[in-house]
């Protein structure tokens, strides 16, 4: 399945100037960015499935980074706290745009 126009934005946006995007992991899965010093990790879910939220954030407790950000629209910033409790991952939810944000 290809990505949208502002999921590639979003990634590129998150990875920064120097940083990576589409970083693999184990068992053949890929994060979507990681900034140059490794020490954020991205990963962008759009869809609002809370099974797909929960692969995302089992994908970021995956990968070592001190700051794990899971990044998805306003409306589903809710579920996705939730899937991180759930999961036991310790990061931060944010909208799309930045303006608004949750740890966890």
Request: hydrophobic share 30%; glycine share 8%.
């Amino acid at each position: 399945m290809s990505k949208t126009q502002s999921h590639i934005r979003a990634q590129s946006k998150a990875a920064g100037k120097e940083g990576k995007q589409e970083v693999s992991l184990s068992r053949n899965r890929r994060l979507d960015a990681v900034t140059k010093s490794g020490t954020r990790a991205t990963e962008i879910e759009r869809s609002g499935n809370p099974k797909l939220l929960e692969k995302a954030a089992k994908r970021l407790g995956d990968r070592r980074s001190s700051q794990k950000v899971l990044q998805v629209p306003q409306s589903d910033m809710g579920l996705a706290a939730a899937a991180m409790r759930k999961k036991e991952v310790h990061g931060t939810v944010k909208n799309m745009s930045g303006s608004k944000r949750r740890s966890v």
